[in-house]
């Protein structure tokens, strides 16, 4: 089978059955149609033409993201439409839930060109990489952002988290702060790894140890996480600082300070790894470590055109680091 | 061409592709896919089988919402996935972005049966259902929730509007305001005439005149939105108290206060259409009309797969109002 059957069979020239799988402005779409109905009945798979016969199949990119109340994902989106707006491609937005088998399910999906490329943020849950290496295989480009996987080759676009968290515990340790707690979201993310060395740097560099119960692992139930910060806000020895990695466990912090009558920043000071919008507007406003949202999505999306239009581009050797931006408001000032 | 043509043009009895096109369990993914192949290829519509045919062919129903920076949408997202879960089916996100064309192009993409169903909230711009009706009259069920059209016949899934804005009309009223203003998000949204009617109604319950400039119109334009909001803070006969139908007009109004050195509640009373989860959380806490998004996503998805299992069921009948609560916080009161 291959492309001098599907001429014959149709009865037009082998020059217009691969004009019509490469999305020529010359062919009729009503040839188009013929052609790709054809093929797509004899499970005909072109090789040199699967690229462009892809590309130009849904109009589609996929956002495969763990969740969208997070101002960080709500603002990447629309870095990502800003890149697919001018291509006129539509974006549509699959959400894992923090779920790993979720996001297995949705990538299976897609592997019958339902999406021509995908932008993805792994799920706080995900430690195989199985149902991604199956999407590489099928030559759909997939470019990560933020929640990149550490151990496989794949574009990524990324920011300092180990600067960021280094930077925000020096700025703790400098206003007097002695214990220190790091608030992570997930053992199985690199970023929040990333952060974590980050923490445990900036406290060797002065001089200080670092002790298990300086990192609290949150849940992703609502209720077991905040129980979990509740019991660490109310330990023998309380912590004096908290560098929270996710905008919900921050404002988690604020409430319960609230309920138990703590005051931020005397009590406790509070940094967060946070895009919200409304940080200035809370009580106190909030220290942020503003990672560049929309031009995050913004990039990945660049990226993942770049391989959707030059199909010699070797998408899993880009690796882009934006630089977060520190704010400090009076969550973290005394 | 019917049902009788695909049968012997495959060697297969009608009744194997009645089966195949109502993915009967009976007959296997094999034979199904080459029934369906060749009703694709030969164009072949199926009448009473349209509805299965279309109903198990993707799994996929689509929400198509303005945007997800909204606390309100990433909410029903949740009601709507808390239904989809249970039944199989992904729930992929379009966002328009508040624009009509963008609307228009997402719902045509969806004729051909990439989704087996559609939940919707409108644009704030959109004035033409021509794209809805031509959804409609491709037989793909559609739902609406929160933003519902007002002058077709559609499945909708809504607050008490009207009675909201009403209740928080009075309750300024009854504090001792005396220019009230409300902020609208668009005079083409049937949602918020319904808001404005009940705050003209409290108004003129109380004996009060209802004058032009109590009604502002915001933009979508965030810059000049937050110019537009700056000019009534500003004007001679500024106003005590707003009401602001959505959630990111109520925190550029903190802004402003905050850069006037206006002090809410003392100068201006706000209380906000608004599902943010930190309203609590903000200096002052923000009094809300909360809706109950989450209700709202999964009483909407639970009418779709409603219509998407009985075929026989009238989805455009159903009209399902849920009530808000109003939530006093410091904001709003004295």
């Known amino acids: 089978m291959n492309i001098k059957t599907l001429a014959a069979q149709l009865g037009i020239s082998v020059s217009t059955v691969s004009k019509a799988l490469n999305d020529s402005y010359e062919i009729s779409a009503e040839t188009k149609k013929k052609v790709l109905d054809l093929a797509a009945l004899l499970n005909y798979t072109p090789n040199a033409y699967a690229g462009s016969l892809r590309n130009k199949k849904s109009s589609n990119i996929a956002v495969v993201l763990p969740e969208v109340a997070d101002s960080f994902f709500s603002q990447a ?13 539509h974006v549509i937005v699959y959400l894992t839930h923090e779920k790993q088998h979720k996001e297995q399910s949705i990538l299976n999906d897609f592997r019958n060109g339902r999406v021509d490329g995908v932008l993805m943020s792994l799920s706080s849950e995900t ?26 080759m794949a574009a990524s676009v990324v920011t300092d988290d180990f600067e960021a968290a280094y930077k925000a515990t020096v700025q703790l340790i400098g206003k007097g702060c002695e214990r220190i707690v790091f608030l992570s979201l997930s053992d199985k993310l690199a970023i929040i790894n ?20 300086m990192l609290v692992n949150c849940s992703l139930n609502e209720q077991q996480n905040y129980e979990t910060l509740k ?10 600082a908290v560098i929270a990695s996710a905008e919900k466990t921050a404002t988690d912090i604020y409430s319960i300070c609230n309920q138990l009558g703590l005051n931020i920043p005397a009590d406790l000071k509070v940094i967060a790894f946070a895009s919200l919008p409304i940080a200035a507007l809370l009580s106190p406003p909030l220290s942020t470590i503003v990672q560049p949202a929309f031009e995050i999505g913004k ?10 239009e030059k199909p010699g581009f070797k998408l899993k050797n880009e690796y882009v680091i934006l630089p977060s931006v520190f704010i400090e408001r009076k969550s973290s000032c005394p």
Not at 130 to 148: A, T
Not at 195 to 206: N, Q, Y
Not at 231 to 240: K, Q
Request: aromatic share 8%; net charge positive.
């Open 77 to 89: 989106i629309n870095g990502i439409e800003s890149v697919a707006q001018e291509k006129g491609y």
């Open 127 to 152: 430690t195989s990489d199985e149902h991604i290496c199956r999407l590489k295989d099928k030559g759909i480009p997939l470019v990560f952002f933020d929640r990149v996987p550490e151990k496989m």
């Open 194 to 213: 990333h952060r974590v060395e980050g923490f445990k740097k900036a406290l060797s560099d002065a001089g200080r140890t670092y002790h298990e119960h």
């Open 231 to 240: 019991a660490v806000l109310t330990r023998t020895e309380r912590p004096d």
């Open 299 to 308: 990039t990945a999306a660049a990226l993942l055109f770049k391989a959707l």
